[in-house]
C-alpha cells in the first residue's frame, strides 16, 4: 500500500512538473505573433514542451543571441534572407543551418533532454510534410508568445561572445562534419 502511495505521489509530481510553463529574465510576455515582410524571413522557434520546466536555454544565429527557448512557449526572429546558423549550448552543443526566403515563416522547435550532469538540448528543424507540419500551427495557439528582452540579452552576448566565436570556428572546421544536423531549406517555409 505505501509503495503504491509513493508511486502515485511521484507520478503526480512529475505530472505537475512536465505540465509547467517556464519564465525567463531574458524574455518578456508578448501580444501577437510577428510575419514575415516582403524583405525578411520569420523563424518561429516553439518549445512545446514542458519537460525541464525550470531549464532555458539562449539561441544563437552565429555571433548575435536571439533569444531564450523557455518551456510551453514561443519568440518570433524577423531575419535577413539567406544562410543562418543557429545554436544552443548546454551539456552538449546543437547546431541548426537554415537558408531562408524573405517573406516565408520557418519553425524550430526546441527540446530539453537530461543529461548526465545537466540538461542537454536540441533543435527539431520543422521541414515541409514532417511529422510537426500541422502540429505547428495548433502550438501557435496554444503556446505563450514572448518576445526578447533585448538589453538583458545584449548583456549577456557581450559576454559570452568570444566563446560564441570559437565555438563557430570549431564547426565550420571539425563538428559541421561530425554529425547530421538538422537543416531548414528555403521550401520549408510557409
Not at 517556464?22 to 524583405?39: E, F, H, I, R
Not at 522557434?45 to 525541464?52: A, D, E, H, L, V
Amino acid at each position: 500500500m505505501i509503495i503504491k502511495i509513493r508511486l502515485l505521489c511521484l507520478l503526480g509530481i512529475t505530472v505537475f512538473i512536465t505540465s509547467c510553463a517556464g519564465s525567463s529574465a531574458y524574455m518578456k510576455p508578448s501580444q501577437a505573433l510577428l510575419q514575415p515582410t516582403s524583405d525578411k524571413a520569420l523563424v518561429r522557434f516553439m518549445r512545446p514542451s514542458g519537460f525541464g520546466f525550470a531549464i532555458n536555454f539562449n539561441i544563437w544565429d552565429g555571433e548575435k543571441v536571439i533569444g531564450n527557448s523557455v518551456a510551453k512557449a514561443q519568440f518570433d526572429y524577423l531575419v535577413e534572407p539567406g544562410k543562418h546558423t543557429f545554436v544552443a549550448v548546454a551539456e552538449n552543443k546543437v547546431f541548426l543551418e537554415a537558408q531562408l526566403e524573405a517573406g516565408k515563416t520557418y519553425y524550430v522547435l526546441t527540446e530539453v533532454h537530461m543529461g548526465l550532469w545537466k540538461a542537454r538540448v536540441g533543435f527539431v528543424a520543422v521541414t515541409k510534410g514532417s511529422e510537426y507540419w500541422d502540429k505547428v500551427k495548433v502550438y501557435e495557439n496554444e503556446l505563450n508568445k514572448l518576445e526578447p528582452n533585448t538589453e538583458v540579452l545584449k548583456k549577456w552576448e557581450d559576454s559570452n561572445k568570444p566563446k560564441m566565436k570559437e565555438l563557430l570556428s570549431q564547426y565550420e572546421t571539425t563538428l559541421k562534419a561530425s554529425e547530421k544536423w538538422p537543416k531548414l531549406g528555403p521550401e520549408d517555409g510557409r
